[in-house]
């Protein structure tokens, strides 16, 4: 299986124009059955790097999905974390702030979620949040109670992507490597999602009224999703634009995504040393008889 993750990767400090960015591409596999081989495969490659991960406790990896309703985020944690230690992993996710919430700066919340060394930690929507929907919706950003000389329109924006920047830079700095999602849906796939959440009564539960509300935003989305991915695409952090359509073929380009970043990190489980080992040595003895 031939995958270049580098294609999808938004190059830090360039202008993004999604409709440069394809909502579907050539897919990786040629049956279901195969889908399912590679997928298997990176599922029981990313558990083994995961225990790895868990055992050497020095880093830490945070998974961001971010996308617009009925882009597949849920299926695709599930799907590519199936195999995963639930031990090892945490999944978050983020809706409507709460009053409690709103009484803090507009990462506080997801803050207090990050993962603890040797572990992953995945946000399914996070502070991103914060320069999109309230950015489509500025009453949100109204209720957060900000001092009116911090709210020029000029400049909320560029000073939240810069403490976003400068917070997974300090990140970076502590051992956690962070990695965000776009899963890129074209309008009329998203239409036809929505339209098989309503016609199948198995899935009648994830759909939403507001669901259909939104999509008369689309435009004011991908005007915010292109400057947040502009602006916050780093070397430390990066973005990447998964085409989302195919969901099997989105499925696949995380995986791999995921495995080529934890593949990078200076990894091996703890060495013991002469104590250690002769300490365990009496022990198998003891049992042995």
Same mark, same amino acid.
């Given at each position: 299986m031939k995958i270049q993750p580098k294609k999808f990767r938004v190059p830090a400090g360039t202008r993004v124009r999604l409709e440069a960015w394809p909502t579907v591409t050539k897919p990786l596999y040629r049956s279901k059955s195969q889908y399912r081989e590679y997928l298997d495969a990176d599922i029981a490659r990313l558990s083994a790097l995961q225990q790895l991960l868990y055992?050497?406790?020095?880093? #830490?990896l945070l998974l961001i999905f971010q996308a617009m309703d009925a882009a597949g985020k849920d299926g695709a944690i599930r799907h590519v974390m199936s195999g995963v230690n639930p031990q090892g992993c945490q999944v978050f996710s983020f809706k409507?702030?709460?009053?409690?919430?709103?009484?803090?700066?507009? $990462?506080?919340?997801?803050?207090?979620? @990050? =993962?603890e060394r040797g572990r992953i930690g995945i946000f399914n929507r996070s502070y991103y949040e914060e320069v999109l929907i309230v950015r489509v919706h500025p009453e949100l950003l109204r209720s957060e109670q900000l001092p009116p000389e911090l709210l020029g329109k000029d400049t909320v924006w560029q000073q939240r992507y810069r403490s976003i920047r400068d917070f997974e830079k300090h990140l970076t700095r502590n051992g956690t490597r962070v990695v965000k999602?776009?899963?890129? *849906? #074209?309008?009329?796939?998203?239409?036809?999602?929505?339209?098989e959440r309503i016609d199948d009564p198995q899935k009648n539960w994830k759909f939403s009224l507001s669901d259909a509300h939104e999509r008369k935003f689309w435009g004011e989305y991908m005007q915010a999703y292109?400057?947040?991915?502009?602006?916050?695409?780093?070397?430390?952090? =990066?973005?990447?634009?998964?085409?989302?359509?195919?969901?099997?073929?989105? !499925?696949? @380009?995380? #995986?791999?995504?995921?495995?080529?970043?934890?593949?990078?990190?200076? $990894? #091996?489980?703890?060495? *013991?040393? =002469?104590?250690?080992?002769?300490?365990?040595?009496?022990? !198998?003895?003891?049992?042995?008889?």
């Open positions: 055992a050497s406790h020095q880093y #830490s409507h702030p709460s009053e409690t919430e709103l009484e803090h700066d507009f $990462m506080w919340r997801t803050t207090r979620c @990050l =993962p999602f776009f899963l890129h *849906l #074209s309008p009329e796939e998203q239409r036809r999602r929505l339209l292109e400057d947040c991915l502009g602006a916050t695409s780093t070397r430390e952090a =990066p973005w990447y634009v998964v085409p989302a359509d195919d969901k099997e073929n989105a !499925r696949l @380009l995380i #995986s791999r995504i995921i495995l080529d970043t934890l593949e990078t990190l200076n $990894m #091996s489980y703890p060495r *013991l040393g =002469p104590k250690r080992k002769r300490e365990l040595l009496s022990i !198998r003895k003891q049992l042995a008889r």
